[in-house]
């Protein structure tokens, strides 16, 4: 069964440095997002991404962070200058259609931020 | 804000037992969707229920929709030790914004 992959696994870097976080869609899938979710709290929305371009993105989407769907295949999150709170785990998820339909999530990626 | 709370906050039941989360949410959806996480993993997605829709069913799990009480049940029936997990409802509105609850942490004891 088609499933979305991340990668790393995990990753720690120290506070100030970027960040890439790199996921891998299910293949027919046009809709795109990265979710986050602070150790024992909600998994949060951070941005959704159509036809190259960002679609929505929540306040948490602030101007560190910047997506991007570099070939046909891979979609990354980066962080430009992490701050010790973007310490969470990272969630990829797609969907084959927009409104409402099942997005399918990778397994994460857990960023601790020093 | 247009958020799903889950409840219980914690259910502990013997293996064999049926199991029963609590959804509610604040506005209007398009649908709503139960995810299971295990403990550090990620999210897998379990059973969608559109607006239109009060009840749907896969496997062992039944959920149910009540749009008038902006409410939603998930019954995970004949549980088993593997059903241990965190179960939350996200919801949407107009666009593809998931908004996640907090969660049920599920422990089926064998």
């Known amino acids: 069964e088609p499933e979305v992959t991340q990668t790393p696994s995990h990753q720690v870097t120290q506070m100030g440095q970027e960040v890439i976080l790199r996921c891998v869609p299910i293949s027919n899938h046009l809709y795109f997002y990265w979710y986050r979710q602070i150790l024992g709290q909600k998994v949060e929305f951070l941005v959704s991404f159509y036809n190259n371009e960002i679609s929505e993105k929540s306040e948490i989407f602030d101007d560190q962070f910047s997506v991007e769907r570099p070939d046909g295949s891979n979609f990354t999150l980066k962080i430009r200058s992490t701050k010790l709170e973007d310490s969470a785990m990272y969630f990829c998820a797609s969907s084959e259609a927009l409104m409402g339909e099942t997005q399918y999530f990778g397994p994460g990626t857990r960023l601790l931020v020093l | 804000s247009q958020q799903g709370e889950e409840d219980p906050q914690a259910l502990s039941i013997q293996e064999g037992e049926n199991a029963t989360m609590n959804c509610s949410y604040k506005t209007s959806i398009n649908n709503l969707q139960w995810y299971r996480q295990n403990s550090g993993r990620g999210l897998v997605h379990l059973i969608l229920?559109?607006?239109?829709?009060r009840e749907k069913h896969s496997g062992r799990l039944r959920v149910t929709l009540d749009t008038s009480k902006k409410s939603s049940s998930l019954l995970i029936t004949a549980s088993r030790a593997a059903d241990t997990a965190s179960y939350f409802c996200?919801?949407?509105?107009?666009?593809?914004?998931?908004?996640f609850g907090t969660g049920t942490s599920l422990t089926v004891i064998p």
């Open positions: 229920i559109r607006s239109n829709e």
């Open positions: 996200a919801t949407d509105l107009a666009g593809n914004q998931f908004y």
